[in-house]
């Protein structure tokens, strides 16, 4: 079986400063990680995605995450914080042994304070 | 190229009504699938799409809800008799299957449904 726990359901930081945003997972075998952005009223967009490559991973808008297998997390980080980043963020697992549906997390609201 | 569509946007209908959503999966792409996100749940997956066959429907919530991809392209999702349980926001994904590590799932902009 599959899981995801993201650990804050509200974060809110200031324009300019860095984001962190907390994931871990929870997966019998080798789990392929994203991380999805829902901005107000609009679908699911893909930031970034981890599939055993290279453990930390860089995706659009500045985002990246690090996959550690150790402490079962793959958070999402931001060095500089932009308005347009408010919006909630899902991080999402599957396990490639088993059913191709994707798992996710509850959701991350994101607020930037100018 | 265009992206996953749904229709339509928005639907209200009353208590007890069927309803059909429409997806259009991006072009050429093989995966489809059916999600739905709800204020109390989440967001659910409800049911997987390989070509026009239907190997993973394990989230459907109950027989009101069935459904089907023609052409290895669109699919509708029906609900029949709806219940005010059933309004959320229905998203599609469709995805070109290469290897289950590589796949990625693109998502539609939704329909938000409301049953009355």
């Known amino acids: 079986a599959q899981s995801v726990t993201q650990l804050d359901s509200h974060v809110s930081v200031s324009e300019g400063t860095p984001v962190l945003l907390r994931c871990n997972y929870s997966s019998s075998y080798s789990p392929s990680l994203f991380w999805y952005v829902q901005h107000p009223n609009k679908g699911l967009q893909l930031l970034l995605k981890?599939?055993?490559?290279?453990?930390l991973v860089k995706g659009i808008n500045g985002f990246e995450a690090e996959f550690k297998k150790s402490e079962t997390s793959f958070h999402l980080t931001k060095p500089s914080a932009h308005m347009s980043d408010a919006a909630e963020y899902f991080c999402?697992?599957?396990?490639?042994?088993?059913?191709?549906?994707?798992?996710f997390g509850s959701g991350t609201r994101l607020q930037v304070q100018p | 190229g265009a992206g996953v569509s749904q229709s339509p946007s928005n639907k209200v209908t009353e208590k007890g009504k069927d309803v059909e959503l429409r997806c259009d999966p991006i072009?050429?792409?093989?995966?489809l699938y059916w999600y739905r996100q709800s204020l109390g749940q989440g967001l659910e997956f409800l049911i997987y799409f390989q070509g026009n066959s239907a190997p993973d429907k394990s989230g459907l919530p109950s027989d009101r809800f069935s459904a089907e991809r023609t052409g290895g392209s669109v699919s509708t999702l029906t609900i029949q008799r709806t219940q005010q349980e059933d309004s959320a926001v229905y998203l599609c994904a469709s995805s070109l299957v290469w290897s289950r590590e590589l796949e990625t799932q693109y998502f539609g902009p939704g329909t938000r449904l409301l049953v009355l």
């Open positions: 999402v697992v599957r396990d490639n042994t088993g059913r191709r549906a994707l798992t």
């Open positions: 981890y599939t055993s490559a290279a453990t």
């Open positions: 072009s050429g792409h093989t995966a």
